[in-house]
């Protein structure tokens, strides 16, 4: 684990000092910084907390927001709740595959695009919809989706 | 206070009011209210006009909404270039800016303020009406509209006794599904031995295509907070949590900033307003599990547990989070709270059946031209809510019918429209009413397909502790999976019926229970589209990828090629002096040919049962030819 890393692992620990309950509070903010938990912090943080190294697996790999491999620059994630789904979301999560060259849950062999599926965002009276970095967007069609990813793969 | 804050504020005084939910954030509100900053300044206008960024209203469909005040003016779909011209005409001229108003489609008048829109005048807003006039993140907002009377009144004249008659008399039902008698579950707590007591907010708003939970936490959080703090004062509870689902950042955001505002003004801490009473809330933040919405998994999950559901033999009530009494309600469910105790329970109960009172929030969401939010009376029709409300179904298709209550609801088909909606009108249809989502299907959507829609999200999201529903909804995908892609044998659907009803019998928790309605539903009300898929493997909807087929028909063709130039696998070539033909063993059926194929031309044609792979267009035929076809090639295999 690099120093900076664990820098960012030693304030968050911090954070919690003390407070019940923690241990997905903490992942999810390790997640946020670290952008991902790998076998290497998952022990650092057993050591630290005195938390059998097991356990803190069984947390991480059961939520979805917890990512223990690597992944890419951008995220993309496209939405397949319900309302999306009958406005076409899986064209759209087809379109997005071919387009990357890559599988859901999967990251591009370059690391610029991890892309997920989510199970509803909540913007349903908007969609289909995908989420790029964190921006929102509605109505999105085949032709949306190769512009957005257009723009990024020409950033990075 | 309240007074000092009202007169603070001019009431001539302009404001630009605009939606920054999620929703009208998807559709370029942030970029909206760049727009109206930098024109603002550009004028020099800031002494006279505020700009407020406000919560959902709900009328998503329309984003990005932008309401002017004092006059009250609602402008729809505006976008960054429409900015210099409301300043200009409206703000300034006190003008319209008639294009951005709201069009009756089929009188094509024009509406000016929210309640002359169809889609407001129907219905009957009390949660989500003051969502447009406060910014989330300015308490004053919501105490200048009354906020907080209701809490006051709770705690100087009101027993704790008291407020759970109060609730128990309203005949509130909690909103998150279950439609437990909320003020019955309140009592139970108060009653059961030992503390410290817990009240939780439940928004881990889960059912895909319900989002009124969002809107209340991301728009009006500080109305939640106030029926959270008047629910723990009635059950002798000083520790709150508020579990938001990671996929809401902005309500997590803006429930955070909530309890900081109520704290500083002191309304959280130590002797509340003076009243003794003592109560502090956090705010947790859920990692992504849909099951962790049930609210024993949402308390091992407030724990730092893996979020897997309890068995219930001992309610939570009694030993809930940390093994201690616990009251859990949803979002929704506490923000009726402050209402009932300020309007009181005669009030809240003459709304609604008689067994559903008051109002419930809607998503009303898929194939209908307005999509959003609506909250209605209980017992309002599903025709009145998709017709007036909702405005139909876009592009002339016909109804199929409505899914109600997410994965553990069911579908309920166009000749059932006339059901009032209410807990138990739902569920004697084999849905339910969930949280609330009313997702509308036209004819283009499968049952078939949607049924194995569920099923496939509810695998992934089975937590897998109990057998039933991990092997069960695997076994059952698998099946839906054969017969939406052409492999459906006759014993089937009597399979599935098995399976369904011992995962109904034995699963641990609701979600078990309950992912079968989808599948039971749909065999119950379109036993057609099963025997179409699984005997002619066609699909009616021609929504099942491996059971249609694209051709293009030569006699309307142009000769265009856009089909051609789109085609990803190289399926379609150009015949010698003719047009386009799609080389049926090589296409994948992707339908981008049928996408951009020229709308006034439609030359690309579905069709279902599959054509043969040999099969060439190049020849004329009629359709009737075509379903001659199909059935030669059924019987030839026969």
Redesign the interface.
């Known amino acids: 684990m690099i120093d900076a890393d664990r820098e960012k692992l030693d304030n968050i620990i911090k954070k919690y000092d003390g407070t019940?309950?923690?241990?997905?509070?903490l992942?999810?903010d390790l997640q946020s910084e670290l952008h991902w938990i790998s076998k290497e912090t998952i022990r650092e943080l057993s050591l630290r907390l005195k938390i059998p190294a097991s356990q803190i697996f069984?947390?991480a790999s059961?939520?979805?927001?917890?990512n223990l491999s690597p992944v890419g620059r951008h995220k993309v994630c496209v939405c397949?709740?319900?309302?999306c789904?009958?406005?076409g979301a899986q064209?759209l999560l087809?379109?997005t595959e071919?387009k990357l060259g890559i599988k859901s849950g999967q990251t591009t062999p370059d690391n610029s695009f991890t892309l997920n599926r989510?199970?509803?965002?909540?913007?349903?009276?908007?969609?289909p919809?995908i989420v790029v970095d964190?921006d929102?967007?509605?109505?999105v069609?085949?032709k949306k989706v190769e512009k957005l990813l257009g723009r990024l793969a020409s950033d990075s | 206070m309240r007074d000092e804050i009202k007169h603070k504020r001019d009431p001539r005084r302009k404001e630009v009011a605009i939606c920054t939910g999620?929703?009208c954030?998807?559709?370029g509100a942030r970029k909206v209210v760049s727009a109206f900053e930098r024109e603002i300044e550009r004028r020099g206008l800031q002494k006279e006009i505020s700009i407020k960024e406000t919560g959902c209203p709900g009328f998503?469909?329309k984003?990005t909404l932008v309401v002017v005040y004092p006059q009250g003016i609602y402008y729809m779909g505006v976008q960054p270039d429409d900015v210099p011209e409301i300043v200009e005409e409206t703000i300034l001229k006190d003008g319209l800016v008639a294009r951005l108003l709201y069009t009756d489609p089929a009188t094509g008048q024009k509406a000016i303020r929210e309640d002359d829109i169809p889609f407001y005048n129907h219905q009957m807003r009390f949660l989500i009406k003051n969502n447009i006039k406060i910014n989330p993140k300015n308490i004053n907002d919501y105490i200048a509209l009354g906020g907080y009377a209701a809490l006051i009144r709770a705690l100087s004249q009101m027993t704790p006794l008291g407020v759970i008659e109060v609730i128990k008399k309203s005949g509130l039902r909690g909103r998150g599904g279950g439609g437990f008698p909320t003020g019955k579950k309140w009592e139970s707590t108060a009653r059961a031995p030992g503390q410290p007591k817990y009240v939780i907010v439940n928004c881990d708003?889960?059912?895909?295509?319900?989002?009124m939970d969002?809107a209340l936490m991301e728009g009006n959080p500080h109305s939640v907070l106030e029926g959270l703090m008047i629910g723990a004062y009635a059950v002798g509870a000083h520790t709150g949590y508020i579990y938001v689902r990671?996929?809401?950042?902005l309500a997590v955001e803006n429930a955070k900033f909530a309890l900081h505002q109520a704290r500083e003004l002191g309304l959280l801490g130590e002797n509340i307003l003076g009243s003794g009473f003592d109560f502090d809330v956090s705010v947790?933040?859920?990692?992504?599990?849909?099951v962790s919405g049930e609210s024993t998994a949402l308390m091992n999950?407030?724990?730092?547990?893996?979020?897997e559901p309890r068995p219930k033999y001992v309610h939570t009530s009694e030993c809930g989070v940390?093994n201690r009494p616990s009251l859990l309600n949803n979002v929704e469910t506490w923000a009726n709270i402050p209402l009932i105790i300020n309007r009181g329970a005669e009030w809240f109960s003459s709304i609604g059946t008689e067994k559903s009172k008051g109002t419930k929030i809607f998503?009303?969401?898929?194939?209908v031209n307005n999509?959003?939010?609506v909250e209605v009376p209980m017992g309002m029709s599903l025709a009145d809510i998709i017709y007036k409300i909702g405005g139909g179904i876009p592009g002339g298709k016909k109804l199929k019918g409505v899914?109600t209550g997410?994965p553990s609801g069911g579908i309920i088909p166009a000749r059932h429209l006339q059901t009032p909606v209410d807990f138990d009108e739902l569920k004697s249809l084999g849905s339910m009413m969930g949280s609330g989502?009313i997702?509308v299907?036209d004819e283009d959507?499968c049952a078939v397909d949607?049924a194995r829609?569920?099923v496939d999200?509810l695998c992934?999201?089975s937590?897998g502790k109990c057998l039933p529903c991990r092997e069960g909804l695997l076994r059952m995908r698998e099946i839906l999976d054969g017969i939406v892609s052409g492999k459906g044998q006759e014993g089937d659907l009597q399979i599935l019926k098995e399976i369904a009803d011992l995962m109904r019998k034995t699963s641990l928790c609701a979600l078990g229970r309950t992912a079968v309605n989808p599948v039971l539903s749909t065999m119950a009300h379109f036993p057609d589209e099963y025997a179409a898929h699984i005997i002619e493997k066609r699909c009616p909807s021609l929504a099942c990828k491996s059971l249609v087929s694209y051709y293009i028909e030569p006699k309307v063709c142009i000769g265009c090629n856009l089909c051609q130039k789109n085609c990803?696998e190289g399926a379609i070539e150009e015949e010698e002096g003719s047009n386009c033909v799609i080389d049926q063993s090589q296409c994948t059926r992707?339908?981008?040919c049928f996408?951009v194929c020229p709308p006034k031309t439609r030359a690309i044609k579905k069709v279902s049962p599959r054509l043969s792979p040999s099969f060439s267009s190049s020849f004329s035929f009629s359709s009737s030819s075509l379903t001659r076809l199909g059935k030669a090639k059924r019987g030839d295999k026969a």
């Open positions: 019940e309950g923690f241990l997905i509070q992942l999810l069984r947390v059961f939520y979805k927001a917890m397949m709740g319900t309302a789904q009958v406005r064209r087809d379109t071919s989510v199970n509803c965002l909540g913007c349903c009276a908007i969609g919809v964190d929102y967007h509605g109505r069609d085949s | 999620t929703g954030l998807g559709l998503c469909e984003g708003e889960g059912d895909p295509g319900a989002f969002r990671m996929e809401y950042p947790h933040r859920g990692a992504g599990a849909f999950a407030l724990e730092g547990k893996v979020g940390w998503s009303l969401v898929g194939k999509t959003g939010l899914q997410g989502s997702i299907i959507t949607l829609y569920f999200f992934d999201e937590c990803p992707c339908g981008i996408d």
